[in-house]
């Protein structure tokens, strides 16, 4: 009964930056692994990025490599997406959840993803 919240979404320029935030609430924390996933409607969810438990394992969609980073703050009960050099195509609904993380792929576990947070990337 891990209890995952989004937050950090808003409007933002192209080429600016945003950090998203996922703060868990439950057992087991720091051995769960933490994906982020984003979807726009009519189109499938897509991984974007997850983080293992200990952040020895970290995967990127190409589509995100070399402009977001993943991060984990254990004592704050925190997963982070800082994205930067933000692309219109970047916008979506961004959610996370607890995951399979591997180098090549990420997989969700859950089907419940909760609300998630609408990132905005427009001029």
């Known amino acids: 009964q891990v209890h995952l919240v989004e937050s950090g979404g808003g409007l933002v320029q192209p080429g600016g930056s945003l950090r998203l935030s996922c703060v868990a609430s439950?057992?087991?924390?720091?051995?769960?692994?933490i994906g982020w996933f984003r979807q726009v409607p009519g189109k499938e969810r897509e991984g974007v990025s997850c983080i293992s438990g200990s952040a020895s394992t970290t995967y990127y969609a190409d589509s995100v490599k070399g402009r977001f980073i993943i991060s984990r703050d254990n004592a704050n009960f925190a997963v982070y997406l800082q994205m930067n050099s933000l692309k219109p195509e970047d916008t979506a609904i961004y959610y996370c959840a607890r995951v399979r993380c591997e180098r090549t792929r990420v997989t969700a576990f859950s089907a419940d993803w909760g609300q998630g947070t609408q990132v905005t990337v427009s001029s």
């Open positions: 439950g057992f087991g924390w720091q051995g769960f692994a």
